[in-house]
């Protein structure tokens, strides 16, 4: 998380301010605290599968947790502040976070399961496979995405 912060240039002071998304204006929740809460989430959920259907769904709470806590880490890249006004960063504008994500965990050497979590959590893991974990997370995602107003 450290190098994410600093490529992308933010201050430690503005890393509370960061929105969780640019798509549901004035949101009053940032990105950090929605990054607790999809972890929290997705453990919750992961807890459930595991309590009615045992091992019968492979759940390595290890990486799930590092997915949940690692699953935007892209969004630090992909947005900018200018005057105090958050928006999409020309990179950004280039490279979504699920990418440019993946491509930080996989430069730090993390599991192959972890970079998955992270590269299939959003809309571009729709057309591909995604493992019963990403499946975990990528709704942990969008249940606090759309509970809070946003629209896919």
Do not use: C, W
Not at 118 to 145: C, Q, W
């Amino acid at each position: 998380m450290v190098e994410a912060v600093e490529l992308s240039g933010f201050k430690k002071e503005e890393l509370e301010s960061v929105p969780f998304t640019l798509l549901i204006p004035g949101t009053p929740v940032g990105l950090i605290h929605h990054i607790r809460a999809v972890t929290d989430t997705a453990l919750r959920a992961a807890d459930s599968m595991t309590q009615f259907f045992g091992d019968r769904i492979p759940i390595n709470r290890d990486y799930l947790i590092a997915g949940g806590l690692l699953h935007d880490i892209g969004k630090f890249s992909e947005y900018k502040n200018e005057a105090g006004k958050f928006g999409k960063s020309d990179f950004g504008k280039l490279v979504r976070h699920p990418f440019s994500g993946a491509g930080l965990a996989m430069k730090h050497g993390l599991p192959a399961e972890i970079v998955h979590l992270i590269a299939t959590h959003a809309g571009e893991g729709d057309k591909g496979y995604r493992s019963p974990m990403s499946v975990i997370l990528h709704h942990a995602d969008f249940i606090n995405f759309e509970a809070l107003g946003g629209k896919i």
